[in-house]
């Protein structure tokens, strides 16, 4: 095989390409399939999947894998990348599959691996299942191969255990939101929770036809909702992600608000109710200076991981919190949900506004952030623009010139042929020129 088949975050490319073709996925069910075997009479596996055309394909590949080694498969069809982390832990499986390129064009696609404990598998547990598929594995006997069945009230299941984490004695009769389910995985989990929660529902983005996820909608493309925010005179504006584990907000007069004031007034709120374990909000390095700084104030502690939401989770979990996110608005609160999951922290930041009576306005804006650029280029394959004299020497520069009065972070994404730049500057005009420099060697060695 040559490359190594996981990511970030798990198997991700272009459909009907390597490493996304049938012949992969049905090799990797077969692998995984044989990994988590146990001794026991039963053997399950949840499939779950965005809305993506190529999803039919790969659905079918991964179960004639996993039948092929004696899983029986439950096939849930469309449902959020989160509810695969709680189904596989409701339907006790040993495995869960979630089959989406998240954020990604429609023309992407990926294969995400859950545990029992319907946390995203470990690096080591990857590692194990990639040997597996080099090495070949032995189909199961005609009398051990699984079964495979849909599950009808997947999608169900999961938006009622959704509405169990808005409080009861709670409403949101009165409330006119938007929400833009970026035409993926939660158009319908999305409408069918806030509407039954008592909001006035406003939907965008929920008329998937296998090539219009993400396209100019979404947690990625915002603008569309916040016009739709202004046209209806909405008090709130939710931006959900291809496979829904990402949220951005919108307030009533149009302003989007990032995960970094999200997490800043979540934590805020939960420390004042001693409801922040270890007093500590878990982010990684992109997040923004200023919530650094608020946090800071407030007397919060800040544990800042590499880019990617199973960082954050593996540092929330070894340290026992609770909190944690990226900027991007993947926000992870493990006391409802095994990863990053946008409707139920979009229910929190409405637990907010219910309590407080304050408008979105108020609540999405806690704090000023340090004047940020991030500009994403794109590479050649083959090419290598980091590793180049070019490239380092702008970077020194770029790092000499910021001092301590700003951060440069460069580094190539997980997911995409995309070389990240990020920079933060308390003087604007600097922020300006180092971007301009840095941004302009990585284009020129791409």
Known sequence: MGTKLFGTDGVRGQ??????????????????????????????????????LSGYMLEYALTAGFTSTGMNVFLLGPVPTPAIGYLTHSLRADVGVMISASHNPAYDNGIKLFGPDGYKLSDEAEAAIEHLLTEGVAPSVPKNIGRARRIDDARGRYVEYAKTTFPRHLRLDGLRIVLDCANGAAYRTGPEVLWELGAEVISVGVEPDGFNINLDCGSTRPEAAARKVLDTRADLGICLDGDADRVVLIDEQGRVADGDQFMALIATRWAREGRLKGNTLVATVMSNLGLERHLDAQGIALERTPVGDRHVVETMRAGRFNLGGEQSGHIVMTDYATTGDGLIAALQFLVAMVETGQAASKLAQVFEPVPQQLVNVR????????????????????????????????????????????????DPAVLEQVMGKVVGAVRQES
């Open 15 to 52: 459909a009907n390409t390597w490493p996304m073709t049938a012949d992969m996925a049905l090799r990797l069910g077969a692998a995984a399939g044989r990994y988590f075997r146990q001794d026991k009479q039963e053997h399950r596996v949840v499939i779950g999947k965005d809305t993506r």
């Open 379 to 426: 590479f050649a394959k083959g090419k290598a623009p980091l590793e180049t004299d070019v490239v380092q020497r702008a970077m020194t520069e770029a790092e000499k010139q910021l001092g301590d009065d700003g951060r440069l972070l460069i580094r190539e994404s997980g997911t995409e042929p995309l070389i990240r730049v990020m920079a933060e500057a308390l």
